[in-house]
């Protein structure tokens, strides 16, 4: 009788895993969301071609209300987003209680690898999401995305002149918030900021006490240190105001390359991520300092750190790493979308609950209607330009030259 | 009787490219019991499974019945299942996850048989093979021997034309190998099937066949009823092996001597053995001379003819003795029945029956006919010095 | 010669090889083609490299760059040294420590053996990145400033770099987490040894270390060379663990390099550093078979069980007992344990009693904790996550593992043709593609209906195709494994029978391969709910999943949610593998290929 219990429980459980497979599979059909969506999607797609041209970037900023776009909205499916930051998320929820009849899903893909699944699926034809909120990625997302009309800026014209620049004209497009990367140190250590020029980190004093998150496994770091080689006469500048002598190459390009070779020399520590860097100096008292992101500074209390950001640093303090906001070419639901990115925005007037996720300590809304919670607003930061294409063309290079002398 | 069950033309098969098979002919006739003989890696098995359609053939036909079942220049191959046949496997390959009664019924259950006519031939084939209380046990609780009986109940449920037994024995102990030994024959008798059996024991072939077909190097060297095949096998290498295990076979070197006038001879270290219908071709050939045990007389006295020959050592088993002499520089085994009246270096004489031994050239191995093929009831004239024996040899 | 063509393939064996090979072909063939074939062309991307780039046309530029450019010592010499020193001391030090332990469980009289096997498969239940974690917990010297290391706050000395970071540590924790596929494979081998061979060497004098080296070691060979290429191949490509430590020590390896240029969107880059990867791992592979040749059936089993004396400890019984299980719960249970502790705790590092909360798991929306997300527990995507999750686990460890065994009844049934080689050596392939290489080139191949195949992007079916094959690999080593265990006589008996192939497969082969098929079930379930790299990229809203759930803590930093969810995945892997050895009786041995 054992074995032909054995053999039943092996039938069984077969019996069990494809009943399970066909279960599931009819539920997934059932499920009246997905029903919807495929039939949204055939009717939306003609939708959006009366309502003009998907892809063109200035439609998109007219002038549109939104009870038209809402009463749009409402007649589509379920709105996709694609997302860097768990905040989308966050906003997602005010906005369906504010909108209801909207459903919106919120999937997380790391910058990189959105561009990739974007430009995948829309090369097959498959246009999922409808709103992207991305980080850059050394500037390709501007070259590999938005050149190429992957992704579309959207900003109602209404919003327009409450917003700063550069996102108002100059940038790629509007920044639904804006980080940067800087030096963090101790507050229980430091009564003030230990670091005012970014030269003081090559001097003796920090010397094994400068941490970084590894810029060749998160790119946004390298392009601090790659905005730098792009700007070396300023580097070059900071330094003779700080030594009082013009910089010693060395052998280096320029005074930005010349910046990470001291660095080096000086015993720069790499860890694996931000986190890291944060706990190296956050956790016990200490008198080292570290490169992290503006925003974690909100994580001080969950993770039981005493940090603080340095807010002002010579030549500049860094190159801001924002949060954009775009519509995906052929959005599907692209009523609802608009919606929705207004709603991130804090609507018109800057007070709509979709924007608290994005104002916070370490994080800046570039919009001068919007009082933020920093100490320091948004146009008294000191900082350089994030110029995409230049940063396209050189951060290979500087990861190259970081490979060579940091390995 | 007497309707041919297999047939068997110039097959040819080869696994991983190298041959296995060559040239096998070969009719087996309806209601046969054909053992396939030979040592291992000679190819009986595999031909056992080419008849079963296991292994396709390159080149060659097979008929079963009469009706072409595979064809190696049409590649031709009938499924196994359609040539109304059974195969016992050497490992019995009962289904450990099924009972006694699943793995008869299989066969059935696939036919899609009705469940009651299932039942029914289940319990026949069981009682034939006398096991019907194990039917609901796993093959795991079985002895070797009630495995084997399963096996074979499993087989013949189908009442196949032919069945096709590879090694059957070979896993059982020496008592139960003689059990199932008698079993098999009855059950040849009962069902009136063909079978075709695969041994490497000469003794096995002997015992239960009508027919034997001995295999060396991938091709039939003999084909012969068992008591022709026991008594002049047809090379060198078939009376060694017959002779192996068991059945000793003394093999001395000679050479053929005289000439027509004085008459044909065979000189041994043992004896000079005159030949009967040799003549001048053979003259000079080197032979080698097989005798077995049993054709070897001892005797306390010198006759004519016989030769010296010193007790090396006496194996006795029961019912017989063998005893190894040593006569002239070649080491023969003599059997003798009861027990022996001689100790190790005791003095003998030994007769060797010339009637029963067998002639091979050395070169090839093949063997001499060195007079008339005689009856099969004929014997050795008895000769005259019975008091001078040690003791009967037959 | 066309009536040839059909009778060979109107064998089941040939047909199935056959279809097998057009869907290994289309599913992994396919892939590397076309990975091997961005890296001979420029794209656009590179002209950020250089000037000379022109989109589209023939270049050998990015093998110069990787192999002989200024850039090759830092970018792949030097990492591959690394990488190829990590993966031999990794692979020999699970050695000594899998076949150590195997020994002493399956040939010794040391006590507590079941609570030992149990415990010997938990670090491979854990991801192995909380292995290096707990390194640093206990070993990290003032160097990466924090809390300073358990053992340096207890000593007051400071370790030296290399104990701390690097090639050190990270051997120690890779083999830690690995060394379990040493003992499950070595152990499966020696305890279907027949110890008469032992013994019969022992009658003849030899002693004890002779015995093992002249008798035990060769039978067990062919195990401990697979399981030295599993171990060899997942040590090269793993990023995790590397990353962690090997970063402030500047210590790189080729995955880690790779994961650069992924991130930097230098993707051809990437291409041909995962190219170097695969053929490093065929070279291992093809000297590996090499090595063994013919000798590869020694261990296979007779299916009879023979009796097994064991080799008595005497008085070292009971402290060897105990030195393995404190080793096992230090490497085991305590990281485990940690974990568990930290999703309780409101406050990271905070140890008091009242620091205790369920809030992560099941507690409300408070704005002041984690910008009020609520527990997991009540997460809505939980739910949904979950479902997916088991769901893909589920119907992929299934597939799998049904694939595998037919797959291996090709493969073993054919051995010695091209098309079993060729099926064997294929669905080999997964194992050394970066997953997320694969995952991206499949978007691309599934996003659009292509012949009979329905688009399949979006879908979950889609994730489980990729599951499957990723996880081909293990299946089909343990279904041939299995597959050679089972006498061909079994099935031709059930042949001449009349039985069709199907019938043979349903009633013969599938009962009798029971063990090991629900064996690679366990497997590829458990690491199917931990596989994230692979799935990240096809992952959209609604085919989210454990997984990445984790990810979307992790990246607001939510470390005790994530922990939540990391001990959900861990409770149901562990219920489920506790499911399948007692009512399965499963064996993870035969899961990865075991004898």
């Known amino acids: ?407 | 009787m007497g309707a041919t069950a297999i047939e068997l033309r110039d097959i040819q098969v080869s696994l991983d490219r190298k041959p296995i098979l060559q040239d096998i002919n070969l009719t087996i006739e309806r209601g046969d019991f054909m053992t396939f003989l030979g040592p291992s890696g000679c190819g009986k098995t595999t031909l056992l499974r080419t008849i079963a359609g296991l292994q396709k053939v390159e080149e060659g036909t097979i008929a079963i019945s009469g009706k072409e079942v595979a064809n190696g220049a049409t590649d031709f191959h009938l499924e196994p299942s359609k040539r109304r046949l059974s195969l016992v496997f050497q490992s019995y390959a009962l289904w450990p996850h099924m009972t006694v009664y699943d793995n008869v019924a299989f066969g059935l259950q696939v036919r899609k048989m009705p469940k009651p006519d299932i039942r029914k031939s289940v319990y026949a084939a069981l009682d034939k093979m006398r096991i019907p209380e194990l039917a609901d046990r796993y093959p795991s609780e079985l002895s070797g021997g009630q495995q084997q009986r399963v096996a074979i109940a499993r087989a013949i449920v189908t009442e196949p034309d032919i069945l096709l037994l590879d090694e059957p024995l070979s896993n059982l102990d020496a008592k139960l190998r003689v059990e199932m030994r008698a079993e098999l024959k009855r059950i040849h008798q009962e069902l009136n099937t063909t079978i075709i059996y695969v041994t490497h024991d000469q003794h096995e072939a002997m015992t239960l066949s009508t027919k034997v077909a001995v295999f060396f190097g991938g091709r039939i060297v003999q084909l012969d009823r068992p008591r022709e095949l026991y008594k002049h096998p047809r090379t060198l290498q078939v009376a060694q092996f017959i002779g192996n295990t068991g059945l000793h076979m003394n093999a001395v070197d000679g050479r053929m001597i005289g000439d027509s006038s004085s008459g044909y001879r065979l000189q041994t270290p043992l004896a000079v053995v005159p030949l009967e219908h040799a003549s001048s071709v053979h003259v000079g050939r080197e032979v080698v001379m097989t005798v077995r045990p049993e054709d070897i007389k001892l005797l306390v006295n010198r006759i004519p003819g016989s030769t010296a020959a010193t007790v090396e050592a006496i194996f006795p088993s029961g019912a017989d003795t063998h005893i190894q002499l040593q006569a002239g520089g070649a080491s023969m085994m003599a059997r003798v029945m009861g027990e022996p009246d001689c100790e190790p270096g005791n003095l003998l004489f030994m007769h060797v029956d010339t009637e029963q031994i067998n002639l091979y050239d050395k070169q090839t191995g093949v063997r001499i006919e060195h007079r008339h093929t005689r009856q099969q009831d004929e014997r050795a004239k008895e000769n005259d010095h019975n008091e001078n024996r040690l003791s009967y040899s037959r | 010669m066309t009536n040839r063509m059909f009778n060979w393939l109107r064998n089941p064996v040939h047909l199935i090889g056959i279809a097998a090979l057009f869907l290994l072909s289309y599913t992994i063939i396919w892939p590397v083609m076309r990975i091997v074939s961005t890296t001979f062309f420029w794209r656009q991307q590179d002209t950020r490299l250089t000037g000379e780039a022109n989109p589209g046309h023939f270049t050998l530029y990015h093998w110069e760059r990787v192999l002989a450019s200024d850039m090759s010592y830092s970018l792949f010499y030097k990492p591959i040294m690394h990488s190829l020193s990590v993966g031999f001391a990794v692979s020999a030090l699970s050695m000594v420590m899998g076949c150590g332990l195997a020994w002493l469980v399956v040939r010794t009289n040391m006590p507590l053996k079941k609570t030992i096997t149990f415990l010997a498969v938990i670090p491979y239940l854990l991801p192995s990145w909380i292995l290096s974690q707990a390194w640093l917990t206990f070993f990290k010297n003032g160097k990466i400033g924090g809390t300073p290391g358990i053992l340096q706050s207890l000593l007051h000395v400071s370790l030296p770099d290399y104990v701390s970071y690097g090639f050190v540590p990270i051997v120690i924790t890779m083999s830690i987490h690995d060394s379990v596929f040493f003992f499950l494979l070595v152990g499966a081998a020696l305890s279907s040894m027949n110890s008469q061979l032992e013994e019969a060497a022992s009658v003849t004098g030899a002693r004890r270390l002779t015995i093992l080296r002249r008798i035990v070691f060769p039978l067990v060979m062919p195990s401990i060379l697979s399981g030295f290429i599993l171990i060899f191949t997942k040590a090269i490509s793993s990023y995790g663990v590397p990353a962690l430590l090997g970063a402030p020590v500047n210590f790189h390896m080729i995955s880690t390099m790779l994961y650069s240029s992924m991130r930097s969107r230098l993707t051809t880059e990437a291409n041909v550093l995962s190219l170097t990867l695969m053929l490093i791992s065929m070279l291992t592979i093809y000297m590996n078979q090499r090595v063994i040749g013919r000798r590869r059936s020694f261990v296979t089993v007779t299916g009879k069980d023979s009796a097994k004396t064991l080799t008595p400890l005497g008085k070292w019984k009971h402290p060897v007992a105990v030195v393995t299980v404190v080793v096992m719960i230090l490497t085991a249970l305590v990281p485990l344990l940690i974990l568990l502790l930290q999703s309780f705790m409101l406050k990271e590092g905070d140890y008091s009693l009242s620091n205790l909360t369920m809030h992560y798991w099941s507690g409300g929306s408070d704005p002041n904790i984690n910008t009020g997300e609520k527990g997991v527990l009540r997460n809505p995507i939980f739910k949904l996550a979950l479902r997916n999750s088991l769901y893909i686990a589920g119907v992929a460890a299934v597939l799998a593992a049904v694939i595998g065994l037919i797959l291996g009844y090709v493969v073993t049934r054919s051995k010695q043709s091209w098309l079993g080689r060729a099926v064997d050596q294929v669905s080999f392939l997964p194992y050394l593609m970066p997953g997320i290489s694969l995952a991206a080139i499949y978007i691309s191949m599934f996003a659009k209906p292509t012949l009979f195949i329905p688009a399949l992007y979006g879908t979950i079916t889609l994730l489980i195709v990729i599951t499957v094959v990723k996880e081909l690999p293990f299946t089909v080593k343990a279904g041939s494994a299995s597959m050679m265990q089972i006498g061909r006589e079994l099935e031709e008996a059930a042949q001449i029978g009349g039985a069709s192939w199907f019938t043979r497969f349903r009633r013969i082969l599938l009962p009798l391969n029971r063990k090991s098929l629900v064996s690679a079930f366990l497997l590829v379930f458990i690491s199917a709910m931990k596989e994230m790299e692979l799935i990240i990229l096809l992952v959209t809203p609604r085919t989210e999943t454990l997984t990445t759930l984790t990810f979307y803590y992790a990246e607001k930093g939510y470390e005790q949610l994530t922990n939540v969810i990391l001990m959900m995945i861990i409770a149901i892997v562990i219920v489920v593998y506790i499911v399948a050895v007692r009512f399965g009786k499963a064996d993870l041995t035969q899961g990865i290929g075991g004898q």
């Open chain 1, 1 to 407: 009788m054992y074995h032909k219990k054995k053999s039943l429980l092996a039938m069984i459980m077969l019996i069990c895993a494809i009943t399970l497979m066909t279960a599931c599979g009819t539920t997934s059909k059932d499920e009246p969301a997905s029903k919807e969506t495929n039939a949204s999607a055939d009717t939306a797609a003609p939708a959006a071609d009366n309502a003009g041209n998907g892809s063109d970037a200035s439609a998109a900023a007219s002038t549109e209300t939104v009870e038209e776009l809402y009463a749009q909205a409402k007649e589509g499916g379920k709105l996709i987003v694609y997302s860097t930051s768990g905040r989308a998320n966050d906003a997602a929820e005010t906005f369906m209680k504010q909108y209801p009849g909207i459903e919106v899903e919120v999937s997380k893909v790391k910058s990189d690898e959105m561009m990739d699944k974007v430009t995948k699926e829309q090369d097959a034809g498959q246009f999922n999401p409808d709103v992207i909120l991305t980080k850059e990625v050394s500037g390709a997302v501007y070259e590999e995305m938005v050149k190429q009309g992957r992704y579309i800026k959207y900003l109602p014209e209404e919003f327009a002149p409450m917003v700063d620049e550069p996102y108002r004209t100059q940038a790629e497009a509007y920044a639904n918030y804006v980080e940067f990367r800087t030096i963090f140190y101790n507050a229980s250590t430091y009564s003030q900021a230990p670091v005012t020029n970014w030269w003081d980190l090559t001097t003796p004093e920090f010397k094994g006490k400068v941490y970084t998150a590894d810029p060749l496994s998160s790119p946004a770091f390298m392009d601090l240190f790659t905005t730098m080689v792009i700007n070396s006469d300023d580097m070059a500048a900071a330094y003779k105001a700080k030594f009082g002598k013009d910089i010693e190459l060395n052998g280096t390009e320029n005074a930005g390359y010349a910046f990470i070779k001291q660095l080096f020399d000086n015993g720069l520590i790499v860890l694996k991520g931000s986190d890291d860097v944060l706990d190296a100096i956050g956790k016990a008292k200490s008198d080292a300092v570290g490169l992290a992101v503006s925003g974690d500074v909100s994580k001080n209390e969950e993770n039981g750190w005493t940090i603080a950001p340095i807010l002002d640093i010579q030549p500049k303090t860094s190159v801001p790493d924002s949060g954009y906001l775009f519509i995906a070419n052929k959005a599907p639901h692209e009523a609802a979308a608009k919606l929705f990115i207004r709603w991130m925005m804090g609507e018109k007037d800057g007070t709509g609950a979709g924007m608290e996720p994005f104002n916070k300590l370490g994080s800046w809304v570039p919009r001068s209607d919007v009082k933020t919670q920093n100490d320091v607003a948004f146009e008294e930061l000191n900082l350089w330009l994030f110029d995409g294409e230049k940063l396209y063309n050189t951060a290979p290079q500087v990861r190259d030259f970081w490979i060579k002398h940091n390995s």
